[in-house]
């Protein structure tokens, strides 16, 4: 069994301040956001027992997709490389960037060694298409069976916009990534920041090829693909040419209890069987609205299609 532990939307609570260089009307109304209301929602102390709760789990490999920081401030990135670092090794955690680690120095922090590290192929990622730097899309074999994919959907966007996209190179390498997984009996997991279905989220802030992205993994196909952004508990099943790909949103890892969006959280994905016959147990870790303390929050199998109804998780609208 392949154990992978999926991290999203940290939005590291450092306080950051805001220098006269790295002014921006975007950051400033980004600046002003997180102390009026963000700052309350993210705690380090969230952040802290999920990660107790991880260590205490036999997990082989910790996938970090976006919104890592806030404003995308210089001392952000190097506290957010730090906190990287400290969840485990480079070989163990894979990282890729949110709209929100692209504000204004996103370019720079795509370029950071102390980042790259967290999302370059390995070696038999490399023999399966994927790249060898932070241009993406990056692959990496866990356990011997299960194939990681990661995708970058973070760009600049103006004020009030937090939309991304799967630049034409991306899709390109996806899809011959994809072929190659399945064709090597790899289970394919594709990870991402933004929702990747039309319909998951508001179009101002969507991925806005998400019908492109779609029809690849309808046409090519893909076991598990999961994302942040909502910070909320989402499923939706997809039908692919060589079966259900299962869609699974996670919500922010530092949340608060008692707010509007879903307490901090994590999804344990464990997977086994084979080609033709792969099994994924989706184990939900987290706080509960009753408790702050982290506890099971519930388990499903992702392989039929009656155990779940996907409505009772898309409730609400997401921010
Ligand atoms: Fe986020
Ligand atoms: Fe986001």
């Known amino acids: 069994m392949t154990s992978i532990a999926h991290l999203t939307d940290i939005h590291l609570p450092n306080d950051p301040a805001l220098r006269f260089g790295e002014f921006s009307l975007k950051r400033f109304m980004g600046y002003m956001n997180w102390h009026r209301s963000r700052k309350l929602m993210h705690q380090f102390a969230v952040l802290g027992l999920l990660q107790d709760d991880i260590s205490q789990h036999d997990v082989d490999h910790i996938f970090v997709s976006g919104d890592l920081v806030n404003l995308g401030l210089e001392a952000e990135f190097v506290a957010g490389a730090e906190w990287l670092a400290a969840l485990g090794t480079p070989g163990d955690v894979s990282f890729v960037p949110g709209n929100h680690d692209y504000y204004g120095s996103g370019r720079a922090f795509m370029r950071g060694t102390a980042f790259t590290q967290f999302m370059m192929s390995d070696e038999a990622g490399l ?152 099994m994924t147990e989706l184990a939900g870790r987290g706080l509960s609205l009753q408790h702050d303390r982290v506890s099971d929050l519930g388990t499903i199998s992702l392989n039929s299609a009656d155990d779940y109804d996907l409505k009772d998780q898309l409730v609400g609208t997401p921010q």
Request: aromatic share 6%; charged share 20%.
């Open 127 to 278: 023999a399966l298409g994927g790249d060898t730097g932070p241009e993406l899309p990056f692959v990496r074999v866990i356990d011997g069976d299960v194939a990681v994919i990661g995708l970058n959907s973070g760009m600049p966007t103006p004020l009030l916009k937090a939309y991304g996209e799967i630049s034409s190179q991306q899709l390109k390498r996806l899809r011959d990534i994809l072929d190659a997984c399945r064709a090597a009996d790899l289970y394919r997991c594709v990870v991402v920041h933004h929702p990747p279905l039309p319909g998951l989220t508001r179009r101002s802030r969507a991925m806005r090829n998400d019908d492109a992205v779609m029809k690849l993994l309808e046409e090519h196909g893909a076991e598990l693909v999961l994302y942040g952004h909502n910070h909320r508990q989402q499923h939706t099943r997809l039908k692919t040419v060589h079966g259900v790909c299962h869609v699974v949103g996670t919500p922010s890892a530092s949340v608060a209890r008692g707010g509007h969006y879903d307490p901090g959280r994590y999804n344990l994905f464990n997977i086994s069987g084979g080609p033709g016959g792969w």
